[in-house]
């Protein structure tokens, strides 16, 4: 591929106009700002998020009480694996892009990121996956294996097709409709897979190369630390879950032989595929949390983040050791003593840098000044119930007890604390803390505060009662279940407990749209706050920073707020004393932006176009999978041949 | 890769942080990940090697050493090709870098043809991608090269024309190095494929 110089007589294939618009849908749909960006990562999220939600309380309704029928099996099945898969890869992922979107760049004092058309078309695969992967539910259904989708229960739906139909039908309509569910988890999530694949990319280019003069690695926020981190176990872990999906999606529809036994293939290879991409996946989740976290906690305690240097490596060395624990979700599966001792050994290893990180949280709250407004408190929840979730993981790495674990709620539960506490928590935080800079007002605190104590009540109801449903021994994915167990009161609890999670959610939805226009004005430092983002206007303009800051310190923004007095120690400067905290200009000047573009959005439009040929056969798939290879392809090539921005613009 | 950084449309354009352009080490990450892509197929390849799901006619007895050591040769020596087109390119003679470029071009498609042949006569020979895992895993792991290069012919024949239209010089050398890191990824990488199929005595892993 070719880039350009950006003169005159090189303007590219003129297929598309260059779009202009500046306000208005057109304005969203080819920006290259990775501030829209961001705002778009943002909403997409939260309608997944929804759906997800949505999603659990079909499922929680069914359990409420036994012998339920208000969903069948097989809508069970599909509504299951639908919420993992969705929570997992279109809220989870893009959760942690929202933020690395908007914040990343603002914290290295960049004007964007490296690639910025790369970064639309991050978004727009993102979106072209989901779509894909929802058009199941008009083409046969949606996949139904649970999001780590096992052979052979994926290829082969078990020894006895016939005895496994879809509504009655016929055994070949059934292969028919299980080839298509298992092709749009394969392809759906490939297409996300590409998505993740370029943003991870785009953020570590961005992050090694374009921070702000005097920004040193070890002068970055450590959230900017925990993206860069991420980015690599994306840039690492996609590949290999990749071509699971690709010997999946040619076993299903090709009829290759990977997984199949009877065929000499092995199951196992995908569990260990999976889990390889699985593991570190876990990670990717929860450290933006982290991230996130170390950027409020400090902040709101008045104290610099105790032991910066422990906390970057505990974050590194969660990245090295979260390729060395994969099997440990396979325990059950028959690798025999040796294996299952090593990656017992490797699971307790791996606590310890996490436990470094929660020791250093407290050590920041200790002795500071605590303000305990709505994002430090779900900060602090999620230092609370992430730990929670890391002890019960613990206990899995004993591999007697996880035997005994293995596929009950109590997987469930832990899972759930360690993601709902520590992701989704955290980035709520995220949500309040930095709602001010997107937005220019607060979110209502009182709102927050109820939004806050609500959730964390629904969930330690929903997700605490799961671990005793689970040593009590029901199983998860079990669509119903008879009364006598002794789960009937805790099932009905959870519910409870769930609906109790869905009305927080609403509260915080609502939150952020009201606050939209009646929030409190912030103005650019509300939390008076340690990091340069705070330093731009709120929100910031286009291009981020009129000037770039020269950066001397970490907690740059502190230090410019801070001087030493002659006795030695810190004393706050007067309020515009130093002059330099924020530079306000509001006339653009001449700051060269990168112009948008159609073709980021329009690469994105092929993709799905050839997952759906994979639906049909013969001469018609043929022709699907060349108009969409054209599309993508030619709108690459259109995107190549375009200068990053215009002449004299 | 195919980029103009902000810093460069910024009027800044200050230095990258790491000094070496945005394209170069967005093109090294990449390189990065494709490892883990090369490595999970060929893992997939070895651990499959011997299962011929009883027919045993399918085993790598099928190969033609000699065939795919003749292509092999030619793909490693359109590495060579790249060099002194990028060579050419840095000192200005378009008209050497043209003809390496199309050289390097040409070489990757005589490869390609050879696949392509190769895979014909296993077809004919009974190997489809469904006979057992050693022939998926074979078909999926060496298809997925192809099309590595085959995406780098693409890019190398683009390079080519737009050269011709006078719109690359000495001035983008740096696109036509990010063109070569990537292409002679997919040459080594094919170092590792052709030992792991054709170089190990499969007798010896069969007994």
Same mark, same amino acid.
């Given at each position: 591929?070719?880039?350009?110089?950006?003169?005159?007589?090189?303007?590219?294939?003129?297929?598309?106009?260059?779009?202009?618009?500046?306000?208005?849908?057109?304005?969203?749909?080819?920006?290259?700002?990775?501030?829209?960006?961001?705002?778009?990562?943002?909403?997409?999220?939260?309608?997944?998020?929804?759906?997800?939600?949505?999603?659990?309380?079909?499922?929680?309704?069914?359990?409420?009480?036994?012998?339920?029928?208000?969903?069948?099996?097989?809508?069970?099945?599909?509504?299951?694996?639908?919420?993992?898969?969705?929570?997992?890869?279109?809220?989870?992922?893009?959760?942690?892009?929202?933020?690395?979107?908007?914040?990343?760049?603002?914290?290295?004092?960049?004007?964007?990121?490296?690639?910025?058309?790369?970064?639309?078309?991050?978004?727009?695969?993102?979106?072209?996956?989901?779509?894909?992967?929802?058009?199941?539910?008009?083409?046969?259904?949606?996949?139904?294996?649970?999001?780590?989708?096992?052979?052979?229960?994926?290829?082969?739906?078990?020894?006895?097709?016939?005895?496994?139909?879809?509504?009655?039908?016929?055994?070949?309509?059934?292969?028919?409709?299980?080839?298509?569910?298992?092709?749009?988890?394969?392809?759906?999530?490939?297409?996300?897979?590409?998505?993740?694949?370029?943003?991870?990319?785009?953020?570590?280019?961005?992050?090694?190369?374009?921070?702000?003069?005097?920004?040193?690695?070890?002068?970055?926020?450590?959230?900017?630390?925990?993206?860069?981190?991420?980015?690599?176990?994306?840039?690492?872990?996609?590949?290999?879950?990749?071509?699971?999906?690709?010997?999946?999606?040619?076993?299903?529809?090709?009829?290759?032989?990977?997984?199949?036994?009877?065929?000499?293939?092995?199951?196992?290879?995908?569990?260990?595929?999976?889990?390889?991409?699985?593991?570190?996946?876990?990670?990717?989740?929860?450290?933006?949390?982290?991230?996130?976290?170390?950027?409020?906690?400090?902040?709101?305690?008045?104290?610099?983040?105790?032991?910066?240097?422990?906390?970057?490596?505990?974050?590194?060395?969660?990245?090295?050791?979260?390729?060395?624990?994969?099997?440990?979700?396979?325990?059950?599966?028959?690798?025999?003593?040796?294996?299952?001792?090593?990656?017992?050994?490797?699971?307790?290893?791996?606590?310890?840098?996490?436990?470094?990180?929660?020791?250093?949280?407290?050590?920041?709250?200790?002795?500071?000044?605590?303000?305990?407004?709505?994002?430090?408190?779900?900060?602090?929840?999620?230092?609370?119930?992430?730990?929670?979730?890391?002890?019960?993981?613990?206990?899995?790495?004993?591999?007697?007890?996880?035997?005994?674990?293995?596929?009950?709620?109590?997987?469930?539960?832990?899972?759930?604390?360690?993601?709902?506490?520590?992701?989704?928590?955290?980035?709520?935080?995220?949500?309040?803390?930095?709602?001010?800079?997107?937005?220019?007002?607060?979110?209502?605190?009182?709102?927050?505060?109820?939004?806050?104590?609500?959730?964390?009540?629904?969930?330690?109801?929903?997700?605490?009662?799961?671990?005793?449903?689970?040593?009590?021994?029901?199983?998860?994915?079990?669509?119903?279940?008879?009364?006598?167990?002794?789960?009937?009161?805790?099932?009905?609890?959870?519910?409870?407990?769930?609906?109790?999670?869905?009305?927080?959610?609403?509260?915080?939805?609502?939150?952020?749209?009201?606050?939209?226009?009646?929030?409190?004005?912030?103005?650019?430092?509300?939390?008076?706050?340690?990091?340069?983002?705070?330093?731009?206007?709120?929100?910031?303009?286009?291009?981020?920073?009129?000037?770039?800051?020269?950066?001397?310190?970490?907690?740059?923004?502190?230090?410019?707020?801070?001087?030493?007095?002659?006795?030695?120690?810190?004393?706050?400067?007067?309020?515009?004393?130093?002059?330099?905290?924020?530079?306000?200009?509001?006339?653009?000047?001449?700051?060269?932006?990168?112009?948008?573009?159609?073709?980021?959005?329009?690469?994105?439009?092929?993709?799905?176009?050839?997952?759906?040929?994979?639906?049909?056969?013969?001469?018609?798939?043929?022709?699907?999978?060349?108009?969409?290879?054209?599309?993508?392809?030619?709108?690459?090539?259109?995107?190549?041949?375009?200068?990053?921005?215009?002449?004299?613009? | 890769?195919?980029?103009?950084?902000?810093?460069?449309?910024?009027?800044?354009?200050?230095?990258?942080?790491?000094?070496?352009?945005?394209?170069?080490?967005?093109?090294?990450?990449?390189?990065?990940?494709?490892?883990?892509?090369?490595?999970?197929?060929?893992?997939?390849?070895?651990?499959?090697?011997?299962?011929?799901?009883?027919?045993?006619? =399918?085993?790598?007895?099928?190969?033609?050493?000699?065939?795919?050591?003749? +292509?092999? /040769?030619?793909? *490693?020596? &359109?590495?060579? $090709?790249?060099?002194?087109?990028?060579?050419?390119?840095?000192?200005?003679?378009?008209?050497?870098?043209?003809?390496?470029?199309?050289?390097?071009?040409?070489?990757?498609?005589?490869?390609?043809?050879?696949?392509?042949?190769?895979?014909?006569?296993? =077809?004919?020979?009974?190997?489809?991608?469904?006979?057992?895992?050693?022939? +998926?895993? /074979?078909?999926? *792991?060496? &298809?997925?090269? $192809?099309?590595?290069?085959?995406?780098?012919?693409?890019?190398?024949?683009?390079?080519?024309?737009?050269?011709?239209?006078?719109?690359?010089?000495?001035?983008?050398?740096?696109?036509?190095?990010?063109?070569?890191?990537?292409?002679?990824?997919?040459?080594?990488?094919?170092?590792?494929?052709?030992?792991?199929?054709?170089?190990?005595?499969?007798?010896?892993?069969?007994?």
């Amino acid at each position: 591929m070719t880039a350009v110089p950006a003169d005159a007589s090189t303007r590219g294939l003129k297929i598309l106009r260059r779009p202009k618009a500046t306000t208005g849908l057109w304005s969203w749909v080819t920006t290259t700002d990775h501030k829209k960006i961001g705002i778009m990562y943002f909403i997409a999220t939260m309608f997944f998020f929804i759906v997800a939600g949505v999603e659990a309380l079909a499922i929680r309704v069914q359990l409420a009480v036994p012998n339920n029928d208000f969903l069948t099996p097989d809508v069970y099945n599909q509504i299951y694996t639908m919420h993992g898969v969705t929570m997992v890869f279109f809220v989870g992922i893009p959760l942690g892009a929202t933020f690395f979107n908007y914040i990343m760049p603002l914290q290295i004092g960049a004007r964007d990121v490296a690639f910025p058309r790369l970064n639309a078309f991050s978004f727009w695969v993102f979106c072209a996956a989901g779509i894909f992967m929802y058009s199941g539910l008009i083409l046969g259904g949606l996949p139904d294996g649970g999001w780590f989708n096992y052979a052979p229960l994926s290829t082969t739906v078990g020894p006895d097709l016939s005895g496994y139909t879809y509504g009655g039908g016929s055994a070949e309509l059934a292969r028919q409709v299980h080839t298509g569910r298992m092709l749009m988890y394969s392809v759906g999530l490939q297409i996300a897979g590409i998505a993740s694949l370029a943003s991870a990319i785009n953020f570590i280019v961005t992050i090694l190369n374009m921070r702000a003069p005097g920004m040193t690695l070890m002068r970055m926020p450590v959230f900017v630390w925990m993206t860069l981190v991420v980015a690599f176990l994306l840039l690492f872990a996609l590949p290999v879950i990749g071509i699971a999906l690709w010997q999946l999606m040619f076993e299903v529809r090709f009829g290759a032989n990977f997984f199949n036994p009877s065929a000499g293939g092995d199951p196992m290879l995908w569990e260990h595929m999976f889990w390889l991409f699985g593991h570190p996946e876990v990670y990717i989740l929860i450290l933006p949390a982290f991230g996130i976290i170390s950027e409020i906690i400090p902040t709101f305690s008045r104290k610099p983040i105790f032991g910066y240097t422990a906390m970057v490596f505990a974050g590194v060395a969660i990245g090295f050791l979260g390729w060395g624990v994969w099997a440990h979700h396979m325990f059950a599966a028959g690798m025999g003593p040796v294996a299952n001792t090593a990656f017992s050994l490797t699971t307790m290893f791996i606590a310890v840098p996490t436990g470094v990180k929660i020791f250093n949280w407290i050590g920041t709250m200790w002795g500071g000044k605590v303000r305990l407004a709505t994002p430090m408190l779900f900060a602090i929840g999620t230092v609370a119930m992430f730990t929670i979730g890391g002890l019960s993981g613990v206990t899995h790495s004993v591999v007697p007890h996880n035997y005994q674990q293995t596929d009950t709620y109590y997987v469930v539960a832990h899972f759930h604390y360690v993601l709902f506490g520590g992701l989704v928590f955290g980035a709520i935080g995220g949500f309040y803390y930095w709602y001010p800079k997107v937005t220019g007002r607060l979110m209502n605190e009182t709102l927050g505060k109820i939004n806050f104590w609500t959730l964390l009540l629904g969930f330690n109801i929903t997700f605490g009662l799961m671990h005793f449903l689970g040593l009590w021994g029901m199983p998860r994915r079990i669509d119903t279940y008879y009364a006598g167990f002794g789960w009937e009161t805790l099932n009905l609890l959870i519910t409870g407990g769930a609906f109790l999670i869905a009305a927080s959610v609403a509260l915080l939805l609502l939150n952020v749209v009201v606050s939209l226009r009646r929030g409190e004005l912030a103005g650019d430092d509300p939390w008076d706050a340690r990091t340069v983002e705070w330093m731009t206007s709120s929100p910031p303009a286009h291009y981020n920073f009129r000037e770039i800051p020269q950066i001397s310190a970490r907690d740059e923004l502190w230090h410019r707020k801070h001087a030493v007095s002659d006795s030695g120690d810190y004393v706050r400067v007067p309020a515009g004393g130093s002059g330099d905290v924020v530079v306000h200009e509001d006339e653009d000047a001449d700051i060269h932006m990168p112009d948008p573009s159609f073709f980021p959005a329009l690469a994105a439009v092929g993709l799905p176009i050839m997952g759906w040929a994979l639906f049909a056969s013969g001469m018609t798939m043929v022709v699907m999978l060349v108009v969409g290879a054209v599309i993508t392809v030619g709108a690459l090539f259109a995107w190549t041949f375009e200068p990053s921005a215009e002449e004299g613009h | 890769m195919a980029e103009l950084t902000t810093a460069e449309a910024s009027t800044e354009s200050h230095a990258t942080s790491l000094g070496l352009s945005n394209e170069k080490l967005g093109m090294w990450t990449l390189l990065g990940s494709e490892c883990l892509f090369f490595g999970a197929l060929i893992s997939a390849y070895l651990v499959y090697y011997g299962r011929y799901n009883g027919v045993p006619e =399918v085993s790598p007895a099928l190969y033609d050493i000699p065939f795919t050591s003749v +292509s092999t /040769f030619v793909l *490693l020596m &359109s590495s060579l $090709g790249m060099v002194l087109a990028l060579s050419a390119i840095q000192r200005g003679d378009d008209r050497g870098f043209r003809i390496w470029i199309l050289s390097t071009a040409m070489m990757g498609t005589v490869f390609l043809s050879g696949q392509i042949y190769e895979f014909t006569v296993f =077809v004919n020979e009974g190997m489809r991608l469904d006979t057992s895992p050693f022939a +998926s895993s /074979f078909y999926v *792991l060496t &298809s997925f090269h $192809g099309i590595h290069v085959t995406l780098g012919v693409l890019m190398l024949v683009t390079l080519w024309a737009r050269s011709m239209t006078g719109k690359l010089t000495e001035a983008n050398a740096d696109v036509v190095e990010n063109v070569g890191l990537y292409w002679h990824f997919v040459d080594i990488v094919w170092i590792v494929i052709f030992t792991a199929i054709y170089l190990i005595p499969y007798e010896q892993v069969t007994g």
